[in-house]
């Protein structure tokens, strides 16, 4: 058996005719960036999470990017150096890169011994340490939100905003709640292997907040809504009408997507409960009240690295997300941060191992994952 760890050609071929009869249109219109299907597929996305408003840009990084430069921390226009963002550690690099690149410093605050994501603990300890903190982003690892309550109230409590990362959770719920929805803003990725994959970069924000939304389509636009008038320095990021097309069909079956990934890790988790792996594999914890739409089934594991390479020789695939923490970096070298620090991260890159996980998925090969799994233990 050979099981990658994605598999898109398979959803591809679900959906084959539909999208490139939406990207025929689009064609034939000749109307490529912005427009009618971005329009589209915009007022969609703003329908199915909840939300007033919704920007299309470039990609999720652009998403972050631009969130930070709508608040004003944009270094055209202010002395960004001495501001502060916190956010996790233990993310895609995006999340500190937007930050570092506006040259803000980023803060790093530990995750949950359990859940992967941001501690809400570490978070207030930040808060106490720095002074001038301009704003937090939590991102909902994997999949599933983290503890957005408590950090909301911080939000309140130091007149910070909230920007989410929920590059990875979309249709993820906390308290009833979609993630993305909690925040000033929330940022979403499209990128192709993300649970609603465009077919090449994608990405948006969302917001409830109408002046948010004015000033993020102005900086999508190089800083100006009126061709050739601009108010702020911008940049040139938008989502494309071949993008919105794609997305628009795939996002009306997302909903199904995501029940079935839900119903694959619960399989998963029956399997290793079968085959008696506690001590050796930890399945993804859940939180209460959550609903976790397992962008990734991320299990912590002991040997994880020699677990990795066995799985790797029986043809499945795996991968590390992510395999060094953003505060050991060799780029934040100059934060002064050590190994150590943050030590709930650092365990989590040692320990944290990603599985197949998608719609097409079948319990065969699901069976076929656990029983080599059991197989390295024993
Ligand atoms: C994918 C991802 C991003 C960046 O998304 P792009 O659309 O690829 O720029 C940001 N943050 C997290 C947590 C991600 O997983």
């Known amino acids: 058996m050979n099981i990658p760890l994605l598999d898109l050609k398979a959803q591809y071929q679900q959906i084959k005719p539909e999208v490139q009869k939406a990207i025929n249109e689009v064609i034939d219109s000749q109307h490529f960036i912005l ?27 652009d998403s972050l990017l631009l969130s930070l430069m709508a608040l004003g921390i944009n270094p055209a226009h202010t002395d960004t150096k001495g501001m502060e963002v916190i956010t996790t550690p233990f993310t895609f690099f995006a999340t500190a890169g937007a930050i570092a690149r506006l040259g803000v410093t980023p803060v790093f605050a530990d995750i949950e011994p359990d859940t992967f994501n941001i501690s809400p603990d570490a978070i207030a300890a930040a808060l106490k340490k720095h002074k001038n903190v301009k704003a937090i982003i939590p991102v909902h690892l994997y999949g599933q939100s983290a503890d957005l309550e408590p950090i909301m109230e911080l939000g309140r409590k130091y007149n910070i905003p909230i920007i989410e990362d929920a590059a990875q959770s979309i249709g993820a719920t906390y308290k009833g709640q979609n993630t993305g ?124 690295d020699g677990l990795k390479d066995f799985l790797k020789q029986q043809n499945i695939g795996t991968e590390v997300y992510y395999p060094l923490a953003l505060h050991l970096q060799d780029c934040f070298r100059y934060l002064g941060y050590k190994k150590g620090d943050l030590p709930e991260s650092e365990k989590a890159t040692q320990e944290a191992l990603s599985l197949p996980i998608y719609p097409e998925l079948r319990p065969a090969q699901q069976e076929y994952v656990v029983e080599q799994i059991a197989g390295f233990y024993r």
């Open 181 to 304: 929805t909690f925040g000033l803003l929330g940022c979403l990725s499209f990128f192709p292997s993300k649970n609603l994959g465009a077919w090449g970069d994608a990405g948006l924000i969302v917001t409830n907040d109408e002046k948010m939304y004015q000033m993020i389509r102005s900086l999508r636009l190089h800083g100006g809504q009126k061709k050739y008038y601009h108010q702020y320095v911008g940049c040139n990021s938008r989502l494309d009408a071949v993008q919105a097309a794609v997305l628009s069909v795939k996002l009306k079956y997302i909903t199904e997507w995501t029940a079935k990934r839900q119903e694959r890790a619960q399989y998963y988790n029956q399997l290793f409960k079968k085959y008696n792996l506690s001590g050796f594999v930890t399945p993804p914890p859940i939180r209460p009240d959550c609903n976790h739409i397992y962008h990734q089934y991320t299990i912590r594991a002991k040997n994880r």
């Open 35 to 61: 427009g009618p299907a971005v329009e589209k597929f915009e007022a969609e996305i703003a329908r199915f999470i909840g939300i007033k408003y919704a920007v299309g840009v470039a990609s999720c990084s």
